[in-house]
């Protein structure tokens, strides 16, 4: 089961926690979490940012704007394991004409040790994968709902 829990840093940023247990499949015979399972997990929290700030991507597909992975970097700090229990928190780091960027930290639950951090940068790209603008309306839209928050 996962769930979400949505605050604001000291500096002011709008952080989304994902939390959920690592699920058997996302891990490798000696029970560790899979390296390319946390870029999932990174997935699932900007997913989730997204709809807590009550503007899913889904919705951006609906107006004709996806969101291409353009680059990731993820850093391991020490590895999860099966059944533990994980918080993801994102952040928006950056919400440009033509993409967005994300920022990633991968606790464990229990004792809030780190075990990946990392970001995403994510292109604007129309139906047939050309890059575009965010439509103004979408991206003054977000920023409002962002900063209401």
């Known amino acids: 089961m996962t769930s ?7 500096d002011g940023d709008l952080i989304v926690e994902t ?3 690592v699920r058997f499949h996302e891990t490798d015979m000696m029970g560790v979490v899979h390296h390319a399972a946390y870029l ?3 997935e699932e929290g900007r997913s989730a940012f997204t709809r807590a700030i009550g503007y899913p991507y ?3 597909e609906k ?3 996806s969101l291409a992975v353009a680059e990731v970097r993820a850093r391991y700090h020490r590895p999860a394991r099966y059944d533990e229990e994980v918080v993801v928190a994102t952040r928006l780091t ?4 033509r993409g967005m960027s994300f920022a990633y ?3 464990r639950a229990a004792d809030g040790v780190l075990l990946v951090s ?13 890059a575009r603008r965010f439509p103004e309306t979408m991206r003054s839209e977000l920023e409002a709902r962002i900063k209401a928050l």
Do not use: C, N, P
């Not at 950056?94 to 004409?97: E, V």
């Open 94 to 97: 950056a919400l440009l004409s």
């Open 105 to 107: 930290e991968v606790r």
């Open 40 to 42: 999932t997990w990174f």
């Open 63 to 65: 107006e004709g704007v």
């Open 4 to 10: 979400t829990h949505t605050y604001r840093t000291a």
């Open 118 to 130: 990392g970001d995403t940068k994510h292109i604007s790209v129309d139906g047939q994968g050309g």
């Open 19 to 21: 939390r959920f247990r």
């Open 58 to 60: 889904a919705r951006m």
